[in-house]
């Protein structure tokens, strides 16, 4: 018999009598032993890739708090790195790409990619031995859209522009982009499933600036698109969707894909979810990572909303997107330990 996993018996469908919690980026800047690991690598993909280090940055906020979920220390940008495009980490600028063309799409080598992502693999092993039984492990991917931003634009940028307007220039460049994209994250998130995960999530981070049209082509069908090629190869894969600024098309989402647990970022009305979305289908979120910064009876009075908002469908407590280098670590503890008192 195995262990009761709160959080992967929320994803698929039961609701517990609190809700489980994890946090976006709980691996991370505002942690000082997190700072020291990632001053002992020779850079961020370096920190990613060395199963040590990744292994034992992913442990260090369940050493802190009861979490109850790791999530694999990685990047969404591995991806491209495995397909062979140029990718580094910079200080105070971060990631910075070989921004693709509609000649170099055609260069990409889909074909090496999982033996490249290996030691993200033996991380997932890892941490799979080292957790406690009842904590879940979440693997992860970035969507072909958020991902594709990137590769095309350079770098992240706050409208997506150079994407967006590349959709729209070279249709088939793109289309042909976002296939390998859809089928490269089929196989890493199998993998990693196969690695030990328990339920994976799909970061769509940058939805937020497509107008409806594009949404559903380049938002909704990839994640659909990948779900459904997913739980062909591991079936009834719980996957947890978390399309950023989806808005009023979070609902369309939701419904396509097939997801089993929505994630909602901080902009998203509680009563618009509750009224909008299947009382059947499971949310995540959604704290704004800033009222953590605040701290105090604002931070709690909201976190208590929310928990009171999601009480009558399975709910994970998040925050509506990553945690801040600036957070501090006596909120997080504060935070955690609300929500277990139920």
């Known amino acids: 018999m195995s262990a009761h996993k709160p959080l992967l018996a929320t994803v698929l469908g039961q609701r517990q009598e609190r809700p489980p919690i994890w946090i976006m980026r709980q691996a ?85 990619a999982l033996d490249h992502l290996a030691p993200v693999f033996e991380t997932l092993k890892r941490l799979r031995a080292a957790i406690a039984p009842e904590q879940a492990l979440i693997g992860f991917c970035g969507s072909p859209w958020t991902v594709a931003t990137y590769m095309l634009g350079g770098k992240g940028s706050s409208d997506q522009a150079a994407a967006r307007l590349f959709a729209l220039q070279h249709p088939q460049a793109f289309s042909a982009l976002i296939d390998i994209l859809v089928e490269t994250s089929i196989d890493y998130l199998a993998a990693q499933f196969a690695a030990g995960a328990d339920v994976v999530q799909l970061f769509e981070s940058w939805a937020l600036n497509l107008d409806e049209v594009a949404f559903a082509a380049q938002v909704i069908e990839p994640n659909r698109r990948i779900v459904e090629g997913l739980r062909k190869k591991v079936p009834n894969a719980p996957v947890i969707g978390f399309p950023r600024g989806a808005a009023g098309m979070i609902r369309a989402y939701a419904d396509a894909t097939q997801v089993n647990m ?16 299947s009382p059947l289908l499971g949310v995540q979120g959604n704290l704004d990572p800033l009222r953590l910064v605040a701290g105090g009876e604002q931070m709690e009075d909201r976190a208590r909303d929310i928990i009171a908002a999601f009480a009558d469908r399975p709910h994970v407590f998040n925050l509506g997107h990553g945690i801040v280098p600036q957070t501090p670590i006596e909120h997080v503890a504060r935070l955690v330990e609300l929500v277990k008192e139920g």
């Open 28 to 112: 991370g800047r505002y942690l000082p032993e997190y700072r020291e690991t990632r001053a002992r690598s020779k850079g961020f993909l370096d920190l990613c890739y060395t199963p040590d280090l990744a292994v034992e940055v992913s442990l260090q906020p369940l050493r802190r708090f009861e979490l109850d979920a790791a999530i694999l220390f990685s990047d969404i940008l591995v991806i491209p790195d495995a397909l062979g495009q140029s990718v580094r980490f910079t200080e105070g600028e971060g990631p910075v790409l070989e921004p693709l063309t509609v000649q170099t799409i055609a260069t990409l080598k889909p074909e090496r």
């Open 262 to 277: 929505v994630g909602l970022d901080y902009a998203t009305p509680l009563n618009f979810a509750k009224s909008n979305l």
